[in-house]
DNA sequence: CCTCACTGATGTAGTGATACAACGAATGTA
DNA sequence: TACATTCGTTGTATCACTACATCAGTGAGG
């Protein structure tokens, strides 16, 4: 199947512009958080309510003790915020504040405004073409896994 | 334009798949390399040649001496070599060992295994608008800035 | 030849990420 | 109730990354 191979090699080639556009999209917040640091809030973000500090450690696949410093930093910049879990006092909540989820969107928003910047020099035709085949292509992906995110989850 | 939108939203998607694949194609070598390792190595790849140190350092965008002791590490662990440029003694060319250029030909392999992997779940049909598509999309969005790629160059 | 600029390395220092051990508090179970 | 487990935090330690100041060697130009 030699259509195969040409084809990854320009998904190859389309995944590094849009590894690019990803780190342009984070670069201006990494003097106010680092990656580590903002895989949690994307990891809260997508979770949309409040996460237990456990689980948190297990999705970043870090130790408990390392992501209590992380989350310490995080609180200390205002980023996230912690509760204690009311049904089991125990547990402690993570959970993001608006700075945190203000920070999200706009690495999200600097991201979806580059990829238009990038479609609107195609045209029409090459738009839907685009449309089709990154849909095809995600669904055949499938869901990337949180496990798999958290490695770098920019 | 509201076919821009749901074309970027599509690219989004894909784009978060793509980025999931480039985290599994260096997770195996983390334990080998960092990240900011790892990035050195990439640049050294693409430039194919030996590069002096204060330009890897502005390719990375980190101070020289940053550098230097990053390339320390890289040396120690037999990723790179250090030689003196022949034709300007205070010059320090830093090149690819073979182990180097194994380490960044394996991540490669393995991120084309993991996309020709995707791409053979969809039909022939979907292949070729797949390749079109990605080609088309890398084209307009341009041969990605080697200070963007420095930022995470996964 | 002498001065000046450049290059890379070192000394020093601070921050972040990470893990392991231990501890106290809360919860679950026999 | 007594014991075990779970959970988060803290103490301790290590390593990577980063920058600034400094220094010695090198090269270029007057």
Redesign the pocket.
């Known amino acids: 199947m030699p259509e195969l191979d040409t084809s990854a090699a320009a998904v190859l080639t389309a995944s590094r512009a849009l590894l690019a556009v990803v780190a342009r999209s984070i670069a201006p917040e990494l003097d106010r958080?680092?990656?580590?640091?903002f895989r949690v809030l994307v990891i809260l973000s997508t979770a949309g309510a409040p996460v237990?500090?456990?689980?948190?450690?297990d999705a970043?696949?870090?130790?408990?003790?390392?992501?209590?410093?992380?989350?310490?930093?995080?609180v200390?910049?205002g980023w996230v915020r912690?509760a204690e879990?009311p049904?089991?006092?125990?547990?402690?909540?993570v959970s993001l504040t608006a700075a945190g989820r203000r920070l999200v969107d706009r690495v999200t928003a600097r991201r979806r405004d580059e990829i238009r910047e990038v479609l609107a020099r195609l045209t029409p035709a090459q738009r839907r073409l685009v449309l089709e085949a990154m849909t095809a292509f995600a669904h055949a992906a499938g869901e990337p896994d949180v496990g798999d995110l958290a490695e770098f989850s920019l």
Chains 1, 2 share one sequence.
């Open positions: 958080v680092t990656v580590p640091q237990r500090n456990r689980d948190l450690a970043l696949g870090v130790h408990p003790s390392t992501f209590t410093r992380n989350a310490d930093r995080l200390s910049g912690r879990n049904e089991n006092r125990r547990e402690t909540l």
